[in-house]
């Protein structure tokens, strides 16, 4: 799987795990079949059959459905802000990191923070 697709279908999976335990918030105990028969119902069918082919990811899912909604939701906050951070190094791109997450800890080109020489040149 290609980089994009990669950082996309996880971000895409973990988005709709998040939402499907908010809408399921009643049921403590959901269960990766509901959580397909969700995917199902609101046709994503590729993701769908990912996770139903992949024994590793089928067994992050369920590790995921275990967890609360506000954990969470914690953990994709933390995403967000080390991702803003990571985009925040690239050249032509800390406008973009900042805009979306001004919380996040960012590096202009041409700092003198301790980690700017891992700014990536692309």
Same mark, same amino acid.
């Given at each position: 799987m290609d980089p994009l697709t990669a950082s996309t279908t996880? $971000?895409?999976? @973990?988005?709709?795990? #998040?939402? /499907?335990?908010?809408?399921?918030? $009643?049921?403590?105990?959901a269960t990766r079949q509901q959580f397909i028969e969700y995917l199902e119902y609101h046709r994503h069918e590729d993701l769908k059959n990912l996770? #139903?082919?992949t024994h590793q990811l089928s067994d992050? @899912?369920?590790?995921?459905?275990?967890?609360?909604h506000a954990v969470i939701?914690?953990?994709l906050? $933390?995403?967000?802000?080390?991702?803003?951070t990571l985009i925040s190094r690239v050249d032509g791109l800390?406008? =973009?990191a900042h805009a /979306?997450?001004?919380? $996040?800890? #960012? =590096?202009?080109?041409?700092?003198?923070h301790p980690s700017a020489a891992c700014r990536l040149n692309v």
């Open positions: 996880l $971000a895409t999976i @973990v988005g709709l795990i #998040c939402n /499907f335990k908010q809408e399921h918030s $009643a049921n403590a105990g996770i #139903c082919r992050e @899912v369920d590790s995921l459905l275990r967890e609360e939701i914690s953990k906050n $933390a995403i967000n802000e080390l991702l803003a800390s406008g =973009f /979306f997450m001004p919380s $996040a800890e #960012c =590096f202009p080109a041409g700092s003198q």
